[in-house]
């Protein structure tokens, strides 16, 4: 059965430094988006994407993250800056179609900032 | 407030226990989603639906459009159940899930 996979599944880095997740979707999927949970709460959408555009971010999306699918294939979130409160486990999920369709989630990025 | 609230926070049952968790919503939606979460912290989609009921197995998902609620239902309740399990709402005119915090559900033998 096809899954969506994520890379890597811990990462640790240092506060400022530049951290790029990495998804890889289910091949007919079109619609990608990023969540994130952070330890002990509950999960929170960061951005959708479609048509190599954001279609909607949150708050928590600033200029400190970006989204791209570089090669037609990976979905990735940088992250330009990290700070300790980006501590949290990063999802991403993707759909075939917008709409009443279901998401299909990775099984997360740990990332940890020191 | 939070737009998606979900009751028990925290359940107990003995294996062959029948389990209820709800969620009650305070936002329009188009759909509903019941979601999976191990203690690995993977994310598994359990049903998605925006009327009625679903049955999968051992698992009952119904929700009431009118009343903003939906219900989880686990039978013949196993240790492997034991588990987060997540409500979250898909709203109009958005792709964007809105969670609830979860249920953390444990099922002793």
């Known amino acids: 059965e096809p899954e969506v996979t994520q890379t890597p599944s811990h990462q640790v880095t240092q506060m400022g430094q530049e951290v790029i997740l990495r998804c890889v979707p289910i091949s007919n999927h079109l619609y990608f988006y990023w969540y994130r949970q952070i330890l002990g709460q509950k999960v929170e959408f960061l951005v959708s994407?479609?048509?190599?555009?954001?279609?909607?971010k949150s708050e928590i999306f600033d200029d400190q993250f970006s989204v791209e699918r570089p090669d037609g294939s990976n979905f990735t979130l940088k992250i330009r800056s990290t700070k300790l409160e980006d501590s949290a486990m990063y999802f991403c999920?993707?759909?075939?179609?917008?709409?009443?369709?279901?998401?299909?989630f990775g099984p997360g990025t740990r990332l940890t900032v020191l | 407030k939070n737009e998606v609230e979900q009751s028990p926070q925290n359940l107990t049952a003995q294996e062959g226990e029948f389990i209820t968790i709800n969620c009650s919503y305070s936002v329009g939606i188009s759909a509903l989603h019941w979601l999976q979460q191990h203690p690995g912290g993977g994310i598994v989609s359990l049903f998605m639906l925006s009327s009625g009921k679903k049955k999968h197995g051992r698992l009952i998902a119904t929700i009431n459009i009118q009343e903003k609620h939906s219900s989880l239902h686990i039978t013949a309740s196993h240790p492997r159940d034991s588990a987060v399990y997540i409500c979250a709402v898909r709203t109009y005119n958005t792709d964007k899930l809105i969670f609830g915090t979860g249920t953390r559900s444990q099922v002793f033998p």
């Open positions: 999920a993707t759909s075939r179609r917008e709409g009443n369709n279901e998401q299909f």
């Open positions: 994407f479609y048509n190599n555009e954001i279609s909607e």
